[in-house]
C-alpha cells in the first residue's frame, strides 16, 4: 500500500496517513481501489479508486485515476480503465 500511497501523492499531495486510511478502506465491493503493478507486484503504474454514488445502488463513480509519469502514454490508463469496467461488471452486478 505504500507504493500506492506514494504514486497518488505524486499527482495529488495529501498526508501519508489520510492517504492510508483512504486506502485502507479499500473492500470487495465499495469503495475499491484497483492496482496495476508490474515488476512482481514490486513497482505500482496506476491505480483507480471506484466509489459508491449513494442514490444509486447499482451504480459508482470513478473518483480518481492515475498512472506513474514515467508509464503514461503507452495503455496503461486505458487497461486499468478496462479493468475498472470488468471489475463493476463482475463483482458489482
Known amino acids: 500500500m505504500k507504493k500506492t ?3 497518488i501523492n505524486s499527482e495529488w499531495p495529501r498526508s501519508e496517513t ?3 486510511r483512504s486506502l485502507e478502506a479499500s473492500c470487495d465491493t465499495l469503495p475499491c481501489s484497483l492496482v ?3 515488476d512482481g ?3 505500482v503504474i496506476a491505480h483507480c479508486k471506484l466509489s ?3 442514490s444509486k445502488k447499482m451504480a459508482c463513480f470513478i473518483e480518481s485515476v492515475v498512472v506513474d ?3 503514461r502514454g503507452q495503455g496503461f490508463g ?3 480503465m478496462k479493468f475498472a469496467e470488468d471489475y463493476c461488471r ?3 452486478d
Open 18 to 20: 489520510a492517504r492510508m
Open 69 to 71: 509519469k514515467s508509464c
Open 41 to 43: 507486484m514490486n513497482r
Open 52 to 54: 459508491q454514488i449513494p
Open 36 to 38: 496495476l503493478t508490474t
Open 78 to 80: 486505458k487497461l486499468i
Open 90 to 92: 463482475i463483482v458489482l
Open 5 to 7: 500511497c506514494e504514486l
